[in-house]
Protein backbone atom coordinates (compact mmCIF):
# COMPACT_ATOMS: atom_id res chain seq x y z
CA UNK A 1 0.00 0.00 0.00
CA UNK A 2 1.72 3.49 -1.07
CA UNK A 3 1.58 6.07 1.99
CA UNK A 4 0.48 9.25 0.81
CA UNK A 5 0.43 12.41 3.09
CA UNK A 6 -2.01 15.72 2.44
CA UNK A 7 -0.78 18.87 3.59
CA UNK A 8 -3.00 21.43 5.47
CA UNK A 9 -2.27 24.36 6.97
CA UNK A 10 -3.50 26.80 9.51
CA UNK A 11 -2.87 30.73 9.69
CA UNK A 12 -4.75 32.12 12.70
CA UNK A 13 -5.12 36.26 11.74
CA UNK A 14 -6.64 38.16 15.13
CA UNK A 15 -9.12 34.49 16.02
CA UNK A 16 -10.91 35.51 19.38
CA UNK A 17 -10.60 32.59 21.33
CA UNK A 18 -11.68 31.46 24.55
CA UNK A 19 -8.13 30.77 25.52
CA UNK A 20 -4.97 30.28 23.97
CA UNK A 21 -3.46 34.46 24.24
CA UNK A 22 -1.30 35.07 27.11
CA UNK A 23 -4.09 38.12 28.05
CA UNK A 24 -6.99 35.73 27.50
CA UNK A 25 -8.01 35.50 31.15
CA UNK A 26 -8.83 39.62 30.92
CA UNK A 27 -11.84 37.99 28.90
CA UNK A 28 -13.43 37.77 25.82
CA UNK A 29 -14.53 41.98 25.62
CA UNK A 30 -11.01 43.09 26.56
CA UNK A 31 -9.42 40.67 23.96
CA UNK A 32 -12.24 41.92 21.46
CA UNK A 33 -11.11 45.67 21.72
CA UNK A 34 -7.45 44.55 21.59
CA UNK A 35 -7.60 41.99 18.76
CA UNK A 36 -9.58 44.54 16.54
CA UNK A 37 -7.85 48.34 17.54
CA UNK A 38 -7.27 49.81 14.11
CA UNK A 39 -3.80 50.33 14.73
CA UNK A 40 -3.23 47.20 15.86
CA UNK A 41 -4.68 45.53 12.36
CA UNK A 42 -3.15 48.32 10.39
CA UNK A 43 0.47 46.33 11.53
CA UNK A 44 -0.89 43.12 11.40
CA UNK A 45 -1.94 43.30 7.79
CA UNK A 46 1.51 45.15 7.49
CA UNK A 47 3.31 42.03 8.40
CA UNK A 48 0.90 39.56 6.69
CA UNK A 49 1.10 41.28 3.40
CA UNK A 50 4.91 41.56 3.75
CA UNK A 51 5.74 38.38 5.48
CA UNK A 52 3.45 35.51 5.82
CA UNK A 53 1.10 35.62 2.56
CA UNK A 54 4.18 36.81 0.48
CA UNK A 55 6.01 33.61 1.22
CA UNK A 56 3.06 31.68 1.52
CA UNK A 57 2.20 32.44 -2.20
CA UNK A 58 5.65 31.97 -3.43
CA UNK A 59 5.33 27.78 -2.24
CA UNK A 60 7.07 25.74 -4.95
CA UNK A 61 4.63 22.76 -4.00
CA UNK A 62 1.04 24.65 -4.02
CA UNK A 63 -0.42 21.22 -3.48
CA UNK A 64 -1.31 22.25 -0.28
CA UNK A 65 -4.71 24.18 1.47
CA UNK A 66 -4.31 26.50 4.35
CA UNK A 67 -7.19 28.10 6.37
CA UNK A 68 -6.96 31.72 7.42
CA UNK A 69 -8.79 31.64 10.79
CA UNK A 70 -10.88 34.36 12.14
CA UNK A 71 -13.56 35.20 14.07
CA UNK A 72 -17.12 36.08 12.94
CA UNK A 73 -16.73 39.36 14.92
CA UNK A 74 -13.71 40.46 12.33
CA UNK A 75 -14.72 43.83 11.26
CA UNK A 76 -16.41 43.93 7.56
CA UNK A 77 -13.68 46.55 6.45
CA UNK A 78 -10.70 43.75 7.52
CA UNK A 79 -12.67 41.22 6.16
CA UNK A 80 -12.81 42.35 2.67
CA UNK A 81 -9.57 43.97 2.85
CA UNK A 82 -8.01 39.80 4.18
CA UNK A 83 -10.12 38.40 1.16
CA UNK A 84 -8.61 40.71 -1.43
CA UNK A 85 -5.29 39.71 -0.38
CA UNK A 86 -6.13 35.72 -1.24
CA UNK A 87 -8.22 35.88 -4.01
CA UNK A 88 -6.18 34.76 -6.95
CA UNK A 89 -4.24 32.22 -4.47
CA UNK A 90 -6.54 28.92 -4.51
CA UNK A 91 -4.91 27.04 -1.84
CA UNK A 92 -5.46 29.23 0.62
CA UNK A 93 -9.19 30.00 2.32
CA UNK A 94 -10.60 31.45 5.40
CA UNK A 95 -12.17 29.76 8.13
CA UNK A 96 -14.62 32.30 9.96
CA UNK A 97 -15.86 30.73 13.78
CA UNK A 98 -17.28 32.34 16.45
CA UNK A 99 -15.34 32.31 20.04
CA UNK A 100 -13.69 28.81 21.15
CA UNK A 101 -11.27 26.82 23.28
CA UNK A 102 -8.62 27.25 21.25
CA UNK A 103 -8.19 23.58 20.26
CA UNK A 104 -11.47 22.76 19.36
CA UNK A 105 -11.07 25.78 16.68
CA UNK A 106 -8.54 25.00 15.33
CA UNK A 107 -9.47 21.29 14.59
CA UNK A 108 -12.82 22.81 13.30
CA UNK A 109 -10.67 25.01 10.47
CA UNK A 110 -8.52 22.01 9.74
CA UNK A 111 -11.74 19.98 9.08
CA UNK A 112 -13.24 22.85 7.04
CA UNK A 113 -10.65 22.34 4.63
CA UNK A 114 -11.15 20.15 1.24
CA UNK A 115 -10.18 15.99 2.07
CA UNK A 116 -8.25 13.77 -0.25
CA UNK A 117 -9.47 10.78 -0.25
CA UNK A 118 -6.53 9.06 -1.66
CA UNK A 119 -4.06 10.57 1.06
CA UNK A 120 -3.37 7.72 4.18
CA UNK A 121 -2.08 10.86 6.46
CA UNK A 122 -2.73 14.23 7.01
CA UNK A 123 0.25 16.37 7.57
CA UNK A 124 -0.57 19.85 9.70
CA UNK A 125 1.37 22.56 9.41
CA UNK A 126 1.03 26.15 11.54
CA UNK A 127 2.18 29.38 10.13
CA UNK A 128 1.76 32.64 12.04
CA UNK A 129 0.41 36.14 10.64
CA UNK A 130 3.45 37.92 11.00
CA UNK A 131 6.39 35.39 10.18
CA UNK A 132 7.55 34.22 7.15
CA UNK A 133 8.47 31.01 5.93
CA UNK A 134 10.78 29.32 3.47
CA UNK A 135 9.45 28.78 -0.30
CA UNK A 136 10.06 25.02 0.16
CA UNK A 137 9.03 24.66 3.12
CA UNK A 138 5.50 22.78 1.64
CA UNK A 139 7.71 20.82 -0.48
CA UNK A 140 9.80 19.79 2.41
CA UNK A 141 6.99 18.80 5.04
CA UNK A 142 6.07 16.33 1.75
CA UNK A 143 9.34 15.03 0.86
CA UNK A 144 10.50 14.01 4.32
CA UNK A 145 6.52 12.82 5.33
CA UNK A 146 6.25 10.38 2.47
CA UNK A 147 9.94 9.27 2.47
CA UNK A 148 9.67 9.10 7.15
CA UNK A 149 6.28 7.08 6.23
CA UNK A 150 7.92 4.62 4.23
CA UNK A 151 11.03 3.48 6.69
CA UNK A 152 8.84 4.25 9.78
CA UNK A 153 7.42 1.28 11.88
CA UNK A 154 5.72 3.28 14.70
CA UNK A 155 2.17 3.88 13.53
CA UNK A 156 2.04 7.07 15.96
CA UNK A 157 2.15 10.78 15.00
CA UNK A 158 5.22 12.83 13.90
CA UNK A 159 6.74 15.72 13.24
CA UNK A 160 9.03 18.13 11.03
CA UNK A 161 10.20 20.83 12.25
CA UNK A 162 13.21 23.74 10.56
CA UNK A 163 15.18 25.07 13.26
CA UNK A 164 17.09 27.30 11.59
CA UNK A 165 16.40 30.49 10.50
CA UNK A 166 15.91 34.39 10.94
CA UNK A 167 15.01 37.10 13.34
CA UNK A 168 13.54 40.03 12.64
CA UNK A 169 14.32 42.79 15.18
CA UNK A 170 13.61 46.52 13.63
CA UNK A 171 14.77 47.97 16.97
CA UNK A 172 18.09 45.91 17.61
CA UNK A 173 21.42 47.63 16.51
CA UNK A 174 21.80 43.85 13.78
CA UNK A 175 18.26 43.99 12.87
CA UNK A 176 18.21 40.76 10.82
CA UNK A 177 20.45 37.67 12.79
CA UNK A 178 20.51 34.25 12.31
CA UNK A 179 19.43 31.28 14.99
CA UNK A 180 19.99 27.51 15.41
CA UNK A 181 16.94 26.93 17.62
CA UNK A 182 17.40 24.17 20.35
CA UNK A 183 13.49 23.09 20.11
CA UNK A 184 10.65 23.64 17.09
CA UNK A 185 9.38 26.93 16.68
CA UNK A 186 5.87 26.80 15.42
CA UNK A 187 6.85 28.65 11.64
CA UNK A 188 6.43 25.94 8.76
CA UNK A 189 6.13 22.85 11.92
CA UNK A 190 4.13 19.96 10.30
CA UNK A 191 2.72 17.13 11.82
CA UNK A 192 1.47 14.09 10.82
CA UNK A 193 -0.88 11.78 11.61
CA UNK A 194 -2.68 8.78 10.08
CA UNK A 195 -5.95 10.02 8.26
CA UNK A 196 -8.50 9.48 11.10
CA UNK A 197 -6.58 10.81 13.80
CA UNK A 198 -7.59 14.23 15.21
CA UNK A 199 -4.18 15.32 16.39
CA UNK A 200 -3.06 18.19 14.80
CA UNK A 201 0.56 20.28 15.22
CA UNK A 202 -1.35 22.42 17.62
CA UNK A 203 -1.86 19.67 20.23
CA UNK A 204 0.73 20.64 22.18
CA UNK A 205 3.36 24.13 22.81
CA UNK A 206 5.62 23.59 20.24
CA UNK A 207 8.39 24.38 22.48
CA UNK A 208 7.58 20.81 23.72
CA UNK A 209 6.72 18.66 20.95
CA UNK A 210 10.02 16.84 20.81
CA UNK A 211 9.17 15.30 24.57
CA UNK A 212 5.63 13.60 23.38
CA UNK A 213 6.55 12.67 19.18
CA UNK A 214 9.17 11.59 17.48
CA UNK A 215 10.80 14.50 15.87
CA UNK A 216 12.58 15.37 12.69
CA UNK A 217 14.73 18.28 12.04
CA UNK A 218 16.13 19.93 9.51
CA UNK A 219 19.16 22.80 10.08
CA UNK A 220 20.76 22.78 6.24
CA UNK A 221 19.65 26.52 5.70
CA UNK A 222 17.54 29.25 6.78
CA UNK A 223 14.01 28.44 6.54
CA UNK A 224 11.62 31.01 8.45
CA UNK A 225 11.95 34.73 9.47
CA UNK A 226 10.14 35.73 13.11
CA UNK A 227 9.20 38.98 13.54
CA UNK A 228 9.97 40.75 16.78
CA UNK A 229 7.71 43.62 17.55
CA UNK A 230 5.22 45.22 20.36
CA UNK A 231 2.25 42.81 18.98
CA UNK A 232 3.80 39.28 20.14
CA UNK A 233 1.70 37.69 22.19
CA UNK A 234 4.88 35.46 23.42
CA UNK A 235 8.51 36.42 23.97
CA UNK A 236 10.01 36.26 20.46
CA UNK A 237 13.70 35.73 21.97
CA UNK A 238 16.13 32.78 20.64
CA UNK A 239 16.61 29.67 22.30
CA UNK A 240 19.65 28.09 20.92
CA UNK A 241 22.60 29.65 19.36
CA UNK A 242 23.58 32.63 16.98
CA UNK A 243 24.73 32.00 13.21
CA UNK A 244 27.26 33.22 11.57
CA UNK A 245 25.39 34.65 8.37
CA UNK A 246 26.89 38.30 7.69
CA UNK A 247 25.08 41.34 5.76
CA UNK A 248 26.11 39.63 2.13
CA UNK A 249 24.86 36.36 3.48
CA UNK A 250 21.48 37.34 4.62
CA UNK A 251 20.94 39.69 1.43
CA UNK A 252 20.96 35.99 -0.71
CA UNK A 253 19.18 34.26 1.87
CA UNK A 254 16.33 36.52 2.03
CA UNK A 255 16.11 36.67 -1.83
CA UNK A 256 16.69 33.02 -2.35
CA UNK A 257 14.74 31.58 -0.20
CA UNK A 258 12.03 34.19 0.76
CA UNK A 259 11.72 36.99 -2.34
CA UNK A 260 13.15 39.56 -0.23
CA UNK A 261 15.73 42.31 0.56
CA UNK A 262 16.49 44.07 3.45
CA UNK A 263 15.04 47.11 1.92
CA UNK A 264 11.99 45.48 1.67
CA UNK A 265 11.78 44.84 5.15
CA UNK A 266 12.94 48.29 6.56
CA UNK A 267 9.08 49.80 7.76
CA UNK A 268 8.74 47.25 9.31
Request: charged fraction near 25%; proline fraction near 6%.
Given at each position: ???????????????????????????L??????????A??????N???????????L???????????????????????L??I?????P??????????????????????????????????????????????????R?V?D???????????????????????????????????????????A?????G?????????????????????????????????????????????????????V??????????????????
Amino acid sequence: MTLKAQIKGLMRFSYLSENGFAKSTQGLDAMRAMLYDPARLERRFNLFEKLAFHTMALQEDTDFSCAVLIGDSFPDKARARLEDIIKDFKPMQIVSLPPMVHIQAVKTAFNALPDDPEATHIATFRQDDDDAMHRSTTARIRAVADNMLAVREDKKPFVIAFNRGLYLDPQSETPITEWYERAPLGIGLAMVTPKGDHATVFRRNHRNLVEYYDCYTEVSRPMWIRSVHADNDSTAQPQGRAGALRPRGVRRVLADGFGLTPEMLDDL
